[in-house]
């Protein structure tokens, strides 16, 4: 249950990019313009932390109690891995972020440019035009290092190849129980969109679209929200112990399927593709939406639980739990909370718990999780 073809790692992906020409802009979580960069050359590459990294060198200038993904971001700058990158954005998501913002610009000072990016807490016309302001002003300092200058027909191209792959993003995520994919080769394809370029994305998103459908999967069916499925073997042992994760709401993957955007304007609908993405605590979203929405697909995909799989530190995710595991309890939906450190390898205790979770999913009559 592999893609036919292998998908390319984030470094080959890097290296081809560059031996074609192109700049690389190392993105931090968790929303951002990537057609904006495109336009400009560079390739987005996000970096998730990355997992299993030394963490020492950034924890000489982070709190202890900063979450992993910063934590290992620095340490990984640090110890060189972002060597080859040209340029780093740093998205304002959550307090850890612009601090780390703050200290690349302030104390570190890599070699590469650092340009933070702020993201309005809210969706009124007066959030979406500050956003397509920090897009123009992003544009601004692209084009002093690159001496490029997109215009507005190159903006909407790069508009409309970043819409396209994100509808068939969106498609793997609508079909993915009758895919013919397990849940870690499905993890592994829609994380490409992470680094793969947008039309070499949307190409194998497309061949797998395009195959024969398989039988449903089977498992006790699971929504997995949180942040980042990391280690990515968590996906086989829930399949392993009988969960299928049927829905997705993780801030890597389900909160980034953007709708196409409706402006003329390129900066603006830049900004309103974010906007109108689904809920999310980075972006200030109410509990009360982000509990309908969540509801909203569990009736959907037939989910019977959901599993938050956070990153410990998490602030944002943290808020809002209390009052969505509530109010996920009254729709009839159990929830269990599971926080993980990203340099931790996958645990006896995580194992345990997710498989206690199952057992307490799968007694419950179907009737309960449809009330
Ligand atoms: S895991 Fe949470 S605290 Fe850490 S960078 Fe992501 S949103 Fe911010």
Same mark, same amino acid.
């Given at each position: 249950m592999e893609p036919a073809s292998p998908i390319p790692s984030r470094t080959q992906t890097l290296r081809a990019w560059k031996e074609q020409g192109g700049g690389i802009a190392a993105v931090l979580p968790i929303h951002y313009p990537r057609a904006l960069l495109r336009a400009f050359g560079l390739l987005p590459v996000e970096v998730w932390g990355p997992p299993r990294v030394d963490p020492a060198p950034g924890a000489a200038h982070l709190q202890p109690y900063v979450c992993s993904i910063v934590g290992n971001a620095l340490s990984f700058l640090l110890s060189g891995g972002l060597d080859g990158t040209d340029v780093i954005i740093v998205p304002h998501a959550c307090d850890s972020l612009q601090g780390l913002g703050s200290l690349l610009l302030d104390f570190v000072r890599p070699r590469q440019p650092v340009f933070p990016l702020y993201l309005p807490r809210g969706r009124r016309e007066s959030d979406l035009q500050f956003l397509a302001d920090e897009c123009r002003a992003l544009y601004e300092k692209l084009a002093a290092i690159t001496g490029r200058a997109p215009s507005e027909v190159e903006l909407m191209k790069s508009i409309r190849r970043e819409e396209e792959a994100d509808g068939l993003l969106a498609e793997l995520h609508r079909r993915r129980r009758v895919l013919p994919l397990s849940d870690l080769a499905f993890y592994r394809l829609v994380r490409a969109r992470e680094y793969l370029p947008a039309e070499e994305f949307a190409a194998r998103a497309r061949a797998v679209l395009d195959g024969p459908p398989a039988d449903p999967r089977p498992g006790v069916p699971l929504l997995l929200s949180g942040i980042v499925p990391e280690p990515m073997?968590?996906?086989?042992?829930?399949?392993?112990?009988?969960?299928?994760?049927?829905?997705?709401?993780?801030?890597?993957?389900?909160?980034?399927?953007?709708?196409?955007?409706?402006?003329?304007?390129?900066?603006?609908?830049?900004? $309103?593709?974010? !906007?109108?993405?689904? @809920?999310?605590?980075? &972006? %200030?979203?109410?509990? +009360?939406?982000?509990?309908?929405?969540?509801?909203?697909?569990?009736?959907?995909?037939?989910?019977?639980?959901?599993?938050?799989?956070?990153?410990?530190?998490? $602030?944002?995710? !943290?808020?809002?739990? @209390?009052?969505?595991? &509530? %109010?996920?309890?009254? +729709?009839?939906?159990?929830?269990?909370?599971i926080e993980v450190d990203l340099n931790d390898p996958l645990s006896g205790q995580t194992l345990t718990r997710i498989e206690a979770f199952l057992e307490m999913v799968a007694g419950q009559p179907a009737e309960e999780a449809r009330r």
């Open positions: 073997a968590l996906l086989d042992a829930v399949a392993e112990m009988g969960g299928a994760v049927v829905a997705d709401d993780l801030a890597c993957s389900g909160r980034r399927l953007y709708p196409p955007g409706t402006s003329t304007d390129p900066f603006r609908r830049m900004a $309103e593709r974010i !906007l109108n993405g689904p @809920p999310d605590p980075t &972006r %200030g979203s109410p509990i +009360a939406e982000r509990l309908r929405h969540l509801v909203g697909m569990a009736r959907e995909s037939g989910a019977r639980g959901v599993v938050f799989y956070d990153v410990k530190f998490c $602030e944002p995710e !943290l808020f809002d739990l @209390p009052l969505l595991r &509530r %109010g996920l309890q009254e +729709a009839g939906l159990p929830s269990v909370h």
